[in-house]
């Protein structure tokens, strides 16, 4: 058996989005600034793909932004709003401390250049309060910039709250939510986000496009100079198949959220109790405000790529916030925020799900997840100190 | 892909897992904190290895690591296993990946280790410039 449990990297191309995809690349190849009817086709079907980003979000079609994926509407989400502030003479952007990179390298180069950044801190649980934002804000606070869900542990973050601290306070709000569109319900609207970003291949769409959206009063920094395309904030010939895919994938998650949702966290909390039964592990992130297919653990004693290596070889694909997995000497940065110690940190594993699932390969999860950790445990000078009492077991 | 076939293979079939109750000389380098440790338990008799085993906490490339070093040193003499190098663990293993090298220093360093602490039990003279003050370089 094989089970696909890593949609929060990435989620297989649904086939609708594949369909308009091919039928845009069949159809409609014209370039939509072109002037003539073969470009002018082009333009009409991009600006149907607008219209309907916008319905979906709760906005208008011209504060849609197609972007090249959530990576760079959060660059441009960031950087536009510092530029507002700088010109207004605030320089002071609250932001928390498990955000994606996307944004925490984005506020680091801001940082560089004199402005001042206060990442939040996260509870236990990985969220951060609204109340915790609004004893942050000051009279130079530019941007609130907060993740709607976390990808790592899944926790989802008092978004519509923390909207309504920032509008009463005159603060620009962008949200991260890549993770959560077409996963949870969204409306930018009713929320009070100014500004948001997401990606189409975490909802079945495909890699490499997302979009930005920002109200429409917010004057945009372009990040890509050139044309005049998307409003003259975004340059180059807008890549439409990729748009058209995404929008349809969209489509289609937000049509089926209620029942995907049910049916995955229903998935999902069969796994965490499954796993919850291995000695000495412990779920990251809450129990119950997280996204409905993400699920998080650390297990001590053992090092999460050994640990994936092991699940790839049964069919098991995962991931992990591991050192030796994140290409960086430190494990992951979301799971020592939230006060997991290094050597507990190491031993991650990350199962994120989707309505694919079905209930045996989570049972087949469920199956196998233990005796690996067990065979690794065996072997683990680390796990034996801690059996031994010579070491103290932290979870 | 990430590792070479030799580096799979021994991770996944690992060569020696286990202890040795009653070792001669035991060698224990890296930490939890960085995320690996390596441990190694040797029989000696007369300056030779008759048996060696290892435990591993770490990621793929140290549990290979640590196979392939005690599969060179079984059976040899203890001057040959103190001139075993990083590089000849890493070569044997057909290359780590540049990130992951730190993991044949660490066996490199666990066999010194054990050796030493074989050397020390026993009252052995020995130069102590072929013991390096164990790093864990990738740590910080």
């Given amino acids: 058996m094989t089970v696909y449990a890593d949609n929060a990297a990435t989620t297989k191309t649904s086939k609708t989005a594949v369909a308009a995809m091919v039928d845009c690349m069949e159809k409609y190849w014209g370039n939509p600034s072109s002037l003539h009817t073969v470009g002018q086709e082009a333009a009409e079907v991009l600006a149907d793909a607008r219209e309907r980003a916008a319905k979906i979000l709760g906005c208008e079609a011209r504060e849609i932004y197609f972007t090249s994926g959530g990576s760079e509407a959060d660059n441009q989400a960031i950087i536009s709003a510092a530029t507002i502030g700088e010109r207004k003479g605030k320089k002071h952007i609250i932001s928390t401390s498990i955000e994606h990179h996307a944004v925490l390298h984005t506020l680091k180069r801001l940082e560089k250049k004199g402005f001042e950044i206060t990442l939040l801190p996260v509870g236990v649980d990985g969220i951060v309060s609204a109340e915790q934002v609004e004893n942050a804000l000051r009279e130079d606070t530019c941007l609130v910039t907060i993740m709607y869900a976390n990808n790592e542990i899944g926790s989802i973050q008092p978004i519509a709250e923390i909207g309504e601290v920032c509008k009463n306070h005159g603060v620009l709000f962008h949200t991260d939510a890549v993770q959560a569109a077409g996963h949870v319900h969204i409306d930018v609207k009713e929320q009070n986000i100014d500004m948001l970003s997401l990606a189409a291949h975490k909802f079945h769409g495909p890699r490499g496009v997302g979009l930005l959206y920002a109200k429409k009063t917010i004057p945009l920094t372009n990040i890509i100079d050139g044309g005049a395309q998307e409003r003259g904030k975004r340059a180059g010939t807008e890549n439409m198949p990729a748009i058209v895919g995404m929008i349809a994938a969209l489509e289609e998650a937000v049509s089926n959220l209620d029942k995907n949702s049910a049916y995955v966290s229903a998935l999902r909390d069969r796994l965490i109790e499954g796993l919850s039964k291995i000695p000495h592990s412990a779920l990251n992130g809450d129990r119950n405000k997280r996204l409905p297919g993400n699920v998080s653990f650390c297990f001590e004693g053992i090092e999460g790529e050994s640990l994936l290596l092991l699940l790839d070889e049964k069919g098991i694909y995962a991931s992990s916030g591991s050192a030796c997995t994140s290409g960086s000497l430190d494990p992951s940065h979301v799971l020592l925020a939230i006060g997991r110690p290094h050597e507990v940190a190491h031993g991650s594993l990350r199962l994120s799900i989707c309505e694919e699932n079905t209930r045996e390969e989570i049972d087949y999860i469920i199956e196998n997840v233990p005796k690996v950790v067990d065979y690794l445990r065996q072997m683990s000078p680390l796990w034996h100190d801690l059996e031994e009492g010579k070491k103290n077991h932290v979870i | ?140």
């Fill in chain 2, 1 to 140: 892909m990430l590792y070479s076939e030799k580096v799979m293979d021994h991770f996944k079939n690992p060569r020696n897992v286990g202890i040795i109750e009653d070792a001669d000389g035991v060698g224990e380098v890296g930490n939890a904190k960085c995320g690996d440790i390596m441990k190694i338990y040797l029989k000696i008799e007369n300056d030779i290895i008759t048996d060696v085993k290892f435990n591993t906490f770490g990621c793929g490339s140290a549990i290979a690591s640590s196979s392939m070093a005690t599969e060179l040193i079984m059976g040899k003499p203890l001057s040959q296993a103190l001139e075993l190098t990083n590089k000849a663990v890493a070569e044997a293993l057909d290359g780590l990946p540049a990130h992951k090298l730190h993991c044949s220093v660490l066996a490199e360093e666990a066999i010194k280790s054990a050796i030493k602490d074989y050397y020390d039990k026993n009252g052995i003279e020995y130069d102590k410039e072929l013991f390096r003050e164990v790093s864990c370089e990738h740590c910080h």
